[in-house]
């Protein structure tokens, strides 16, 4: 017999990893931003030299959220309910009203780094530090070759692993992208945290068909940058932040080589954009819906599954579940265009 759990969706916790809480344009030196991920209430600010920080949301004093009227003073962040101050690594260093500071009142630190525009943070239960580093992304720091970025963003009631899935689930192109070529998938190779994946797919033009590249690079669960070659250059950076174990924030950045003229660039990368965009409007209702199968039933053409939930399972620190087949969902998702957004902006943080 089947043994179904209809209470749990996916028998995973929250992975560990660097995951995305924001663009670095989006937080001004001064600024103090409510976040929830992780499961958690979160204080993200940026100190009066530019330095971007993540803390636990709630002052250890009593309790007020300290992104709702908490102010930033040098590189202190105080609480909006008595003044108390506190230092990026979550010490308390002030009590206006007191002579002394109270030595056990600590607000939980998560590290952060700003990298290719985007503001990254490490996420592990235990707090554990991080066990390796954001790469550097040329394309996304060469001005002068790429375009500016453009961004996408949603919030997918699915886990992170649901979506991630997806990149090496090569017979879903036809059925639910409708893609005429479906892409050939030339090598997954998993190292450590790094999952790297080849593939090739045509793409008709006006001069024949063209052998285009996709190479997608996954750096633990949250980061993954894919290069699209062949026509044109497109680069993005793909990233699934858990705000809970069953619902992850999914932001696109978005960039093109630069062709030598700003109409064409823009042409070009708008409707990169907006194909991967229809492809998210089209994967949703299915990640939104689907149940987790523990040991799929799969085609000897199927792609490397098998790989894939091996290499995810490194990320979990926390107890996997394994008392069931099936993961349910407990609500429906009928089919609702999802909410996008996107910008266009550079990503210098002192610049308005
Ligand atoms: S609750 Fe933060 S200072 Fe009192
Ligand atoms: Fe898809």
């Not at 995305?20 to 030299?49: S, T």
Request: glycine share 8%; net charge negative; hydrophobic share 35%.
């Amino acid at each position: 017999m089947t043994r179904i759990d209809t209470e749990n969706r996916s028998p995973f916790p929250i992975p560990f990893g660097w995951f995305q809480i924001g663009w670095g344009g989006d937080l001004k030196p001064g600024e103090v931003k409510p976040l929830e991920y992780f499961g958690r209430h979160l204080a993200l600010w940026r100190d009066d030299n530019g330095v971007a920080k993540l803390n636990s949301a709630h002052c250890p004093h009593l309790g007020a959220h300290l992104a709702y009227g908490g102010t930033v003073h040098g590189e202190e962040l105080t609480c909006p309910f008595h003044g108390w101050r506190f230092t990026a690594d979550g010490r308390n260093s002030h009590i206006p009203y007191s002579q002394r500071i109270n030595k056990k009142a600590c607000l939980d630190t998560f590290p952060v780094v700003e990298r290719n525009g985007l503001l990254m943070a490490w996420y592990h239960p235990d707090g554990s530090e991080p066990q390796w580093e954001v790469p550097e992304v040329p394309e996304f720091n060469d001005p002068d070759n790429f375009t500016e970025v453009i961004t996408r963003e949603y919030v997918i009631e699915a886990p992170w692993q649901e979506l991630a899935e997806n990149g090496v689930d090569s017979a879903h192109f036809r059925y639910v992208h409708h893609t005429e070529e479906v892409p050939e998938l030339v090598s997954y190779d998993t190292d450590g945290h790094l999952a790297q994946m080849r593939s090739i797919q045509k793409f008709p033009t006006p001069r024949g068909v063209v052998d285009g590249r996709i190479d997608a690079d996954s750096h633990g669960p949250g980061f993954s940058v894919i290069r699209f070659g062949g026509i044109v250059d497109t680069v993005l950076m793909g990233c699934n932040s858990p705000i809970t174990p069953n619902r992850c924030h999914m932001r696109f950045t978005f960039t093109v080589r630069r062709l030598g003229d700003d109409a064409i660039n823009s042409t070009v990368g708008q409707a990169f954009v907006d194909e991967i965009d229809k492809q998210v409007q089209e994967d949703t209702p299915i990640w939104q819906n689907k149940a987790y199968i523990a040991r799929p039933a799969l085609a000897d053409t199927d792609g490397p599954f098998t790989k894939f939930r091996r290499w995810a399972s490194q990320f979990y620190a926390e107890p996997v579940d394994d008392g069931a087949d099936v993961y349910v969902p407990q609500d429906a998702y009928p089919f609702e265009p999802l909410e996008t957004a996107s910008r266009k902006y550079g990503s210098d943080p002192f610049q308005s």
